[in-house]
């Protein structure tokens, strides 16, 4: 862990029903958390008023999406003035899932990071290579053609967190060893310092995602540039979601 506060996120995904989603928040609100590390969940939309309204203070909400603008004639969409409106502080956005499964594109996707910030909601900003574009030796170029594109569409990187996912690892349970995602970490840092300024690389915080449960966690919260995790997986289970919040020590 770097000098920056620890952030842990927890991403439930398209899981849960009110029953299951009651249980967790019980098991969250009930959990001993450090006091010195950010921690926000991102429960589907549908069920975000009923977490606002029975999860501790102590843990903010997060979207896993939002519309690129204001609302209006957007079918299916839910705009971010929306998400604010029922207490969401972040929102999720260049997840893996929504890259490949979606086919969002990088200026779809800072499109709506920029609005998101322009309207105060942190951004959550997920970068991340596949597993054949490592094998090609390509990681840090998609990382940071991602990354540019985060950097062309952000008007200012405050309240900005990055996450590094890459995508062999998310869901897999084929977690990156610690010095995988320390080499892409600092890269990323260093990405940052050349490209936008060293302020900006000293103060983002990298969060890595990808397979991390209570077993591994502190292990890669050693590492100097590893400023936190987005969890998926792990996330659904209260007792380990702790575990993992706390392994910053
Ligand atoms: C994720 O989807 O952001 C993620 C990291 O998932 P998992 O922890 O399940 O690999």
Avoid: M
Avoid at 205 to 219: H, K
């Amino acid at each position: 862990a770097g000098s920056g506060k620890f952030f842990v996120g927890g991403n439930w995904k398209c899981n849960g029903t009110k029953d299951s989603i009651s249980k967790l928040v019980s098991d969250l609100n009930s959990a001993k958390l450090e006091s010195d590390v950010d921690v926000v969940v991102a429960p589907p939309f549908l069920y975000i008023d009923q977490v606002r309204s029975s999860l501790t203070d102590r843990i903010e909400i997060c979207a896993q999406n939002c519309w690129t603008g204001k609302g209006g004639a957007f079918t299916g969409e839910i705009s971010v003035e929306q998400l604010k409106d029922i207490g969401c502080k972040w929102v999720i956005l260049g997840h893996s899932e929504r890259r490949h499964v979606i086919g969002e594109n990088d200026e779809f996707i800072g499109k709506k990071a920029a609005y998101a910030l322009s309207q105060n909601v942190g951004v959550i900003a997920c970068i991340g290579e596949l597993l054949e574009e490592r094998e090609a030796g390509k990681t840090f170029d998609v990382c940071f053609q991602q990354l540019k594109a985060f950097a062309d569409a952000l008007p200012s990187w405050d309240d900005v967190v990055i996450a590094y996912e890459p995508v062999w690892a998310i869901g897999t349970g084929k977690v990156a060893t610690s010095e995988q995602a320390q080499e892409v970490h600092a890269a990323v840092r260093d990405w940052l310092s050349n490209n936008v300024s060293a302020e900006v690389a000293s103060k983002t915080r990298i969060i890595y995602g990808g397979s991390v449960n209570g077993g591994n966690s502190a292990d890669l919260a050693k590492k100097e540039d590893i400023d936190g995790f987005l969890v998926g997986g792990a996330s659904l289970k209260g007792p380990e979601f702790a575990t993992i919040i706390n392994s910053v020590t």
